[in-house]
């Protein structure tokens, strides 16, 4: 099962709680039931499961999991191995792993992978802006994806080759990490899609 001394199992709530979704383009609200672990990996499953949260209904209910209180990082690397949800031969919904501060945006946001229209993008948002970029390719099943982040820069790995680097409003507070399978209503939507993850892994410079 999810290990509750390094992982929390939704989005800034209590442990048991369905919460809203993080961005207000998604569609699906996060639930712990949505969580499980089988066959040496994390599940993290979207399915078309209405939900009612703060009194504002949602169609769908999803996975997410992150380490805010528990475990953040202020440079270093992050590496996961990920399989992605498809929808033909693109990405399906709007699955991410990326790190986020206490104070978004000034702390910053890292985004090491994000499903957007069907393709693995990274990006990183500041209050300087959000450059980045797509890796070319069809990133939906298995696949490892990390980010280097150094003081004034963020290189970015997808299965191991260097895809981007942004050196523009690199930000230096600490961040907690995040792993979420979320439905984007402007994007291909599959559900239910299972986002598996195989291992994560921090290096500190």
Not at 178 to 193: K, M
């Amino acid at each position: 099962s999810l290990d509750g001394s390094k992982w929390n199992p939704n989005w800034f709530g209590c442990a048991t709680c369905t919460t809203p979704p993080v961005n207000g383009a998604e569609s699906a609200a996060y639930a712990p039931s949505q969580i499980s672990e089988s066959g040496g990996s994390l599940h993290l499953k979207a399915e078309q499961k209405p939900a009612t949260v703060n009194g504002k209904n949602y169609a769908y209910t999803s996975g997410l999991v992150n380490t805010n209180g528990k475990a953040q990082f202020t440079y270093g690397a992050f590496e996961a191995r990920i399989y992605l949800p498809a929808s033909g031969s693109q990405v399906a919904n709007w699955p991410a792993f990326w790190t986020d501060g206490q104070n978004w945006p000034a702390d910053g946001e890292l985004d090491v992978m994000e499903g957007l229209s069907g393709q693995a993008c990274y990006h990183f948002h500041s209050p300087s802006g959000g450059p980045g970029g797509c890796a070319p390719g069809n990133y939906s099943g298995w696949h490892t994806f990390g980010a280097d982040w150094q003081p004034g820069s963020v290189t970015y790995y997808y299965d191991g080759v260097k895809v981007g680097q942004i050196t523009s409003g690199i930000t230096s507070a600490p961040m907690y990490l995040i792993l979420n399978n979320a439905v984007y209503a402007s994007g291909p939507t599959v559900t239910p899609a299972d986002m598996q993850v195989d291992y994560v892994r921090v290096w500190q410079h």
